[in-house]
């Protein structure tokens, strides 16, 4: 039986759905940049949401978990950290095995093996293993033991953690290799059960030469772009040139990013030194650098575990470096003459005072800026870049070149200007630099902030033809923040 006409022939809808907007970045995302084999050079990064996961894989004595320790250790804590893995020296090529299942592991299977045979080329030999006798084995340490002393140059582990075993070469370099595992063709083929096959096994990694600093820095970057600060957690810090070098990759960075240090050579805190780190990073005029004294070779991860809980789309919720804490750092006590020496050279400190107290001070980046206004005004282009985006993105119907679409971009930036004076970062204050549109130096800013755009009328042909809109230009004027009082008591008797 028909049913009839199409009502669509009448009253025809249709559903629109508008795109997704573009999400703002996270500027709590800090990076530890460490040299453990925990992380292969292919994988090169994990994330974690706490210090639980940072121990199940490195325990708790790699530098990457000292850091993370820190940095985890803030009040109010972190939401997440990622690690990524440098190859400070040459690494070695391997191959980790699939996940063992709970039956797989059941040391049965094994026991039952006297001649266990295999093939796998180390380092481009091909090796054949056999006569592998399981049969006395207690637990797959046991069975990597075995392994290993018929591999000779490479060495098979069992990680009870992930449930796999792994391969790695004795050697390392870029001619260290571990090839995928087959059968010998005689014996009892131990190569599936170990699920180093093709088709079971991760895909094999290569060992590469040793990096610099800043070549793993780029590395980093290629395969995660969502960190914000990397912060070196490795013991002691490889050579002056290439923390300098590092530096430089992170201030001409497009996508902006900090680099923090820990110093722990006390050369910083000599008054006539020009050749320590921290005065050479201060000559640099690195404002996306910040480098922190400490005895402590992994401080710096907790002074940016502060930074990193910093919500920027709450109320009120900016803040200053200064006065806070170190949870599990050791305050340093100093000479106000060394002090004044760190300062000077735009050093920050974890420091006692002799009232009993610790705080951080000063809480600067490497040319002088406050390290509060440098990260709130990351956040803040990114904010407002991300919201005209969006305008342009997920409007259904385009924005035209006149001065009503104009108006549509101030007011979106206005709006994400806003955002800064909701979170303290901006406030309202004197303009005591040149002005623009309706703007005079000596101005109040009533709003912390103002936008101003030219008519359309004014735009020259040729950025007119090219769809771009007249240029936009916006002053704020930030909150600041108190970090020294004078107080006068006057006394009458």
């Not at 045979?117 to 006798?133: H, N, P, Q, R, Y």
């Not at 131990?190 to 610099?212: F, Q, R, W, Y």
């Not at 002799?354 to 490497?366: F, K, L, R």
């Amino acid at each position: 039986m028909a049913s009839g006409l199409s009502v669509s022939g009448v009253v025809n809808v249709n559903i629109v759905m508008s795109p997704l907007a573009a999400p703002t970045r996270n500027f709590g995302a800090g990076l530890l940049v460490g040299s453990s084999d925990v992380i292969d050079v292919a994988e090169r990064i994990r994330q974690y949401a706490n210090l639980a996961g940072v121990a199940g894989d490195f325990g708790t004595t790699a530098p990457e978990y000292r850091a993370a320790a820190r940095f985890f250790g803030q009040i109010p804590q972190p939401s997440l950290v990622y690690i990524g893995r440098w190859a400070q020296t040459a690494t070695s090529g391997l191959i980790r095995g699939g996940v063992l299942q709970a039956a797989e592991q059941d040391m049965a299977n094994w026991t039952a093996i006297a001649n266990g045979s295999m093939k796998i080329s180390i380092d481009g030999v091909e090796k054949t293993l056999s006569a592998l006798d399981f049969s006395a084995t207690t637990n797959l340490n046991g069975v990597a033991a075995i392994i290993t002393t018929a591999l000779a140059d490479a060495t098979m582990t069992w990680d009870a953690a992930s449930s796999r075993f792994t391969v790695e070469s004795s050697s390392a370099g870029a001619t260290s290799t571990v090839s995928y595992a087959e059968p010998a063709g005689s014996g009892t083929d131990v190569s599936g059960m170990l699920k180093l096959t093709n088709g079971t096994a991760s895909a094999p990694v290569d060992g590469i030469a040793a990096e610099t600093l800043v070549d793993g820095l780029h590395i980093l970057a290629d395969h995660n772009s969502d960190w914000y600060a990397a912060i070196i957690a490795v013991p002691t810090l490889p050579d002056i040139q290439q923390v300098l070098a590092a530096a430089d990759y992170i201030q001409g960075s497009q996508r902006k990013r900090l680099l923090g240090i820990t110093i722990t050579s006390s050369t910083v805190l000599d008054p006539l030194s020009t050749s320590d780190l921290g005065y050479l990073l201060k000559q640099g005029n690195y404002s996306q650098v910040f480098w922190q004294y400490s005895a402590d070779p992994y401080a710096v991860a907790s002074f940016f575990g502060r930074a990193a809980t910093v919500n920027f789309n709450a109320s009120r919720s900016t803040i200053t470096m200064k006065f806070k804490q170190e949870p599990g750092v050791a305050a340093e006590t100093l000479t106000e003459t060394q002090a004044a020496t760190l300062r000077a050279k735009n050093g920050n400190v974890f420091v006692n005072y002799d009232n009993d107290t610790a705080i951080i001070q000063e809480g600067v980046m490497a040319n002088g800026f406050f390290f509060d206004e440098v990260h709130g005004l990351d956040w803040l282009e990114n904010y407002v870049q991300t919201a005209v985006w969006n305008l342009l993105y997920t409007s259904t119907t385009k924005i035209p070149q006149t001065d009503e679409g104009t108006n549509e971009i101030v007011t979106t930036i206005e709006n994400a200007l806003g955002q800064g004076v909701t979170n303290g970062l901006v406030a309202p204050g004197v303009w005591n630099a040149g002005g623009f549109g309706q703007l005079k130096r000596g101005d109040t800013l009533t709003k912390g902030y103002y936008v101003y755009a030219p008519p359309v009328a004014t735009q020259a042909q040729a950025d007119r033809e090219a769809r771009k809109s007249v240029p936009v230009q916006s002053a704020v004027k930030m909150a600041g923040a108190v970090h020294f009082s004078d107080v006068t008591i006057n006394v009458n008797r």
